[in-house]
């Protein structure tokens, strides 16, 4: 199994990023497919994730209206539109895989399978 996250990088405050992870080595149409962000010295955080034929989608409110997830079945790939960068918005961001969306899934604790992350570093 693999979640590989590609995307990351430098930017100012009010651009925008597109984020991708591939996915392979499990069935990745069912799976909900999701980000979550660990910023230096903080907890991790839940991003977003969206439900298996993209009619669910979820945002942690810090992005709500500036974050969108989407996601190719047919590509394995789920990606995530980063719009108004903010510098609170820099932080390590890791892809995510689990059957099910539950409460755990958004504290992080019910995922079967986490990428290594991508870095996002929003200068002011």
């Known amino acids: 199994v693999q979640l590989v996250e590609s995307g990351g990088g430098l930017v100012q405050a009010g651009g925008s990023l597109r984020l991708s992870c591939a996915a392979s080595?499990?069935?990745?149409?069912?799976?909900?497919m999701g980000w979550f962000r660990q910023a230096p010295g903080k907890e991790r955080e839940f991003v977003t994730c969206i439900g298996w034929s993209d009619s669910r989608t979820y945002y942690g409110d810090s992005v709500k209206g500036r974050f969108t997830i989407s996601r190719d079945n047919a590509k394995n790939t789920v990606y995530l539109q980063m719009n108004s960068l903010k510098p609170e918005d820099t932080a390590v961001y890791y892809c995510?895989?689990?059957?099910?969306?539950?409460?755990?899934?958004?504290?992080?604790?019910?995922?079967?399978?986490w990428g290594k992350g991508t870095l996002v570093t929003v200068s002011s």
């Open positions: 995510a895989a689990d059957q099910w969306y539950s409460d755990n899934y958004r504290k992080g604790d019910a995922i079967n399978y």
């Open positions: 080595g499990f069935s990745f149409s069912n799976y909900v």
